[in-house]
């Protein structure tokens, strides 16, 4: 007795949290930058809990530069001051590797020489695609999820 009454329970609750979890993942990341909605051609995506964008268009819109190198398969990211490379808050990230190296005067003060990321940089439809969070973070940059 007890089995038949649980069976369709249990039936019912997997169909509410599956199409619960289909709504979600069919709903699009909608991304926003300093109060403007920026358009991607390769849409955010959520991977291992984390939120992954086009790390060119994020830094572009922040006002930073990127230099990719093929060879290593990393990017640089760094401010421009006066039409000149400024390195003191640079971010060189490299695609699958979850260790990015600090800049100099940061691992000096935190005695550390890394950030972890919980989300390695990963290559998606020839877009570099990293964190959002870690970006906007380490360059002091507050983050919002809705």
Do not use: H
Not at 16 to 33: D, M, R, T, Y
Not at 107 to 118: K, N
Request: proline letters at 7%; a neutral charge; one cysteine or more.
């Amino acid at each position: 007795m007890k089995k038949r009454f649980l069976l369709p329970v249990f039936l019912t609750l997997i169909l509410l949290f599956s199409n619960c979890s289909s709504a979600q993942a069919q709903q699009a990341i909608k991304l926003w930058i300093n109060g403007s909605y920026v358009q991607t051609d390769v849409a955010p995506i959520i991977q291992n809990n984390r939120t992954l964008v086009p790390l060119r268009v994020i830094s572009e819109n922040l006002g930073l530069q990127v230099e990719w190198d093929a060879k290593t398969k990393s990017v640089m990211t760094y401010k421009l001051i006066d039409g000149r490379p400024d390195f003191k808050e640079s971010l060189l990230l490299t695609i699958g590797d979850k260790q990015v190296p600090k800049p100099a005067e940061e691992a000096a003060t935190t005695g550390s020489l890394y950030y972890e990321l919980e989300a390695p940089p990963v290559i998606i439809n020839n877009r570099t695609m990293v964190p959002i969070r870690f970006i906007a973070e380490a360059y002091k940059m507050p983050v919002d999820w809705d």
